[in-house]
């Protein structure tokens, strides 16, 4: 019943800026954790950003300084801020999230699927 949608994908040119959001629904009882994933041609699944209640935003190190991760709890709905892009960030970017749904009494991991950032001239 929960379900990750995420949106502001698109084609962009390089040095160019995106914001991509993801908004969790359905029968939520609380959101413990969100974070961005992404995956290029060719490459495994990496981790882009991830941020929970009362600590700071875990970044990937590679990427720290042109990606910035916020999340507006009362729209169940994190975000990802993109600047600077590069080719080299050409991939689907897939939200992930951390949700206890009303019906459960413990917390399960949720993918969306994905949306499309290309970084091209």
Not at 13 to 40: E, K, N, T
Not at 60 to 80: E, M, P, Q
């Amino acid at each position: 019943q929960v379900q990750l949608v995420e949106s502001g994908g698109g084609l962009v040119q390089p040095g160019g800026s995106l914001r991509l959001s993801c908004a969790a629904s359905g029968s939520i009882f609380s959101i413990d954790a969100m974070g961005w994933y992404r995956q290029a041609p060719g490459k495994q699944r990496e981790l882009v950003a991830r941020i929970s209640r009362g600590v700071s935003p875990n970044y990937a190190d590679s990427l720290k300084g042109r990606f910035t991760i916020s999340r507006d709890n009362a729209k169940n709905t994190v975000y990802l801020q993109i600047d600077s892009l590069k080719p080299e960030d050409t991939a689907v970017y897939y939200c992930n999230a951390v949700i206890r749904s009303l019906a459960a009494t413990t917390s399960t991991v949720y993918w969306g699927q994905g949306t499309q950032v290309t970084v091209s001239s």
